[in-house]
């Protein structure tokens, strides 16, 4: 977040208020929604394991990305790529 309200030419927390004024979303909640819906669509387009998808989007804990996504979706990774399979 720091990069990206030095490139915008602000301090972080001017930054943080602007971009939550302006898109209803706190910046790292916005870049949440955007890791989680990337991975909806690794997951239904690749044979990648969870973990891979979680590492490739920046992820440091599988388990954090599961609670992440769980609160996106209202399912967990696993289940959501069996219910594309079973359609």
């Known amino acids: 977040m720091a990069e990206l309200a030095r490139t915008a030419g602000y301090s972080p927390d001017h930054f ?6 302006v ?3 706190r ?3 916005f870049v949440i929604q955007a890791r989680v819906g990337r991975a909806r669509q690794l997951l239904a387009e690749s044979d990648l394991t969870v973990g891979m998808i979680a590492e490739a989007l920046g992820f440091q804990d ?3 990305f599961s609670r992440q996504f769980r ?9 959501f790529r ?3 399979r079973r359609s």
């Open 62 to 64: 599988i388990f954090y």
């Open 27 to 29: 910046p790292q909640d």
């Open 23 to 25: 898109t209803g979303l």
């Open 71 to 79: 609160r996106q979706t209202g399912q967990a990774p696993t289940a």
């Open 16 to 21: 943080s208020r602007v971009f939550l004024k």
């Open 82 to 84: 069996r219910g594309l």
